[in-house]
């Protein structure tokens, strides 16, 4: 039996990329209980083959190592509620933001600043599986100025991902993968029975025993999404087998 627990731990030392620079925010995003409903839902399949530096040269992330980020989005709110599980993932985290795992603005191949920084997944059992649960509610900062001298989560807003998902992924850097172990854009779940544009529509998120959320199935480009693979979006808050 396993139990997970929201780490909200601050991590990641300096690293050096080209043009960012640690940054002091005065604010910061803050830690809220799930909110009743969500507007929108993603998930990320993140694989060390996609990694790109801030060059926006591919580099090799860790072997072996991967990661599912799922997220949903209340964006009325400005709340986003996560669920991150690395796989494989060694050594220390490092990252010039203030954590190293993080949803970035950047398309597939491209490389693109920090948006929100989130907790980093850590390993409670010493199974080589590192997870992180929680819900964030901006305003967001990540720690890391732009050359504009703001910092990269300045400004930005939930409704930004949901108007263009697969402008944004998921990622997270080690010491000795400092461009990212692994990474993956942002796939839209549809919730709330919103047509999926495939001949198909999803069922409402629907809440599960203990208090997470389960999207139903959706037909998605000819696969079958969610309810036949086991796709669940919730907190780890209880116990898993």
């Known amino acids: 039996m396993k139990r997970s627990v929201r780490h909200l731990t601050i991590g990641g030392a300096a690293a050096a990329a080209a043009t960012l620079i640690v940054a002091s925010p005065a604010a910061a995003e803050t830690t809220v209980p799930e909110p009743s409903s969500f507007t929108s839902a993603f998930t990320v ?55 190293a795992t993080h949803i970035h603005q950047a398309a597939a191949g491209k490389a693109g600043p920090p948006r929100i920084a989130f907790p980093n997944p850590t390993d409670a059992d010493g199974d080589g599986v590192r997870e992180a649960s929680g819900c964030l509610q901006g305003p967001f900062t990540t720690g890391v100025t732009s050359d504009a001298g703001t910092d990269t989560g300045e400004g930005f807003t939930l409704a930004q991902i949901e108007a263009d998902p697969a402008g944004f992924t998921g990622d997270s850097h080690t010491a000795a993968f400092a461009a990212g172990v692994v990474r993956g854009q942002l796939t839209q779940v549809p919730v709330g029975g919103v047509d999926t544009g495939a001949g198909g529509a999803a069922s409402a998120v629907s809440s599960t025993s203990d208090g997470g959320a389960l999207v139903g199935a959706a037909a998605v480009g000819g696969l079958v999404l969610a309810g036949a693979t086991g796709l669940v979006l919730r907190r780890r808050a209880a116990a898993r087998a």
């Open 45 to 99: 399949m993140a694989t060390p083959d996609q990694v790109i530096n801030n060059d926006g040269v591919a580099v090799a992330g860790e072997p072996g190592a991967t990661g599912t980020f799922d997220f949903r989005i209340n964006s009325d709110t400005e709340v986003i509620c996560y669920d991150i599980t690395l796989t494989g993932v060694t050594g220390d985290y490092q990252s010039p933001a203030k954590t």
